[in-house]
């Protein structure tokens, strides 16, 4: 699964073999600096589905109050236009969802902090069928999960990993009022800190740098009981929906050809048969451009 801002970003995620991508509204969204208008969703899910892709769309910020009526016309919206799921922070719009569109998929979002097999359960009451882990998660830490929950279960394979807990971060907020939980993180975590210790400085190390995870560094044991789902390892790959076309089309291509060259160890790691991959439909010349 790949990223997309907005159309660009769309279409390179498309052409490079991307099987699902994940965008947000220009509200409601944790990269609030990117994403579609209400109006162009039915587009954007023609456009993904003539290409055999899924299209999930983030709701992935804590809503107050004074929102609940837009909130609740823009999942509408939503599930009119044929969203494949809705990925979600705030439990009240989990719930809020399930009642105005029942038949729409429901996410539940990094941003949520789960990082146990009861916060699993937990968010599974208000109607989440599916998860995405803390990032901070170790594999060990999964495997334990899926162990004690048959819910779908995601992780990011790929991208920042942010210093706090995803969800829980205040820092941006508390220095410049840019809340991380209303999609205005300013990202104090990349900024370049010392350490004074009685009038000293002292090195900080590798806790300078701000701490990237990778799919290249996931490496599984084809015997491991714990390791039993394709989505355990590969549904979202990275946290960039402000990433260049170009660099997302590099970056997703890239994903595709190291899941391809470990394709046999995968489907030892998956019971049963494996579902074929979408067929995609080729375009007519210019007509993914034309927009």
């Known amino acids: 699964m790949s ?58 910020t804590l809503v ?18 044929g969203v ?3 990925i979600v922070q705030d439990l009240g719009i989990a719930r809020l969802a399930k009642q105005i569109a029942p038949g729409l998929e429901i996410h539940g979002s990094t941003q949520m902090s789960v990082t146990s097999a009861e916060g699993v359960e937990l968010v599974r009451q208000f109607g989440v069928e599916r998860v995405v882990l803390a990032r901070e998660l170790s594999l060990a830490d999964i495997r334990a999960i899926r162990a004690e929950t048959d819910i779908q279960l995601e992780m990011f394979v790929h991208g920042a990993l942010c ?31 010392e350490m004074i210790v009685d ?18 560094g996931c490496v599984w044991d084809p015997e491991d009981p714990g390791a039993d789902s394709l989505s355990d390892l590969f549904d ?20 595709r050809r190291q899941i391809e060259r470990m394709g046999e160890r995968i489907a030892a790691l998956i019971p049963g048969p494996v579902a074929p991959r979408p067929a995609r439909m080729a375009s007519a010349p210019g007509q993914e451009r034309a927009r």
């Not at 052409?15 to 509204?25: I, S």
């Not at 107050?64 to 236009?81: K, M, N, P, Q």
């Not at 979202?236 to 994903?255: N, S, V």
Request: glycine share 10%.
């Open 3 to 60: 990223p997309a801002g907005y159309w660009p970003q769309l279409r390179a995620a498309i052409e490079a073999g991307a099987d699902a991508v994940y965008f947000g509204l220009k509200h409601f969204t944790a990269r609030a600096k990117v994403g579609f208008a209400l109006e162009e969703l039915q587009d954007v899910m023609q456009t993904l589905h003539r290409r055999g892709v899924r299209g999930y769309l983030t709701f992935n």
């Open 64 to 81: 107050f109050d004074h929102e609940l009526s837009e909130a609740a016309l823009s999942v509408a919206r939503i599930a009119e236009a």
């Open 84 to 86: 494949d799921a809705i």
């Open 163 to 193: 210093v706090s807990y995803s969800g829980q971060c205040f820092s941006s907020e508390a220095w410049g009022g840019r809340s991380a939980n209303r999609g205005q993180c300013a990202q104090a975590c990349r900024l370049p800190y």
């Open 199 to 216: 009038g000293e400085i002292r090195p900080l190390g590798e806790a300078r740098l701000l701490w990237e995870i990778g799919l290249e």
């Open 236 to 255: 979202r790959l990275w946290r960039g929906r402000e990433a260049t076309a170009r660099r997302l089309r590099e970056y997703t291509a890239d994903a």
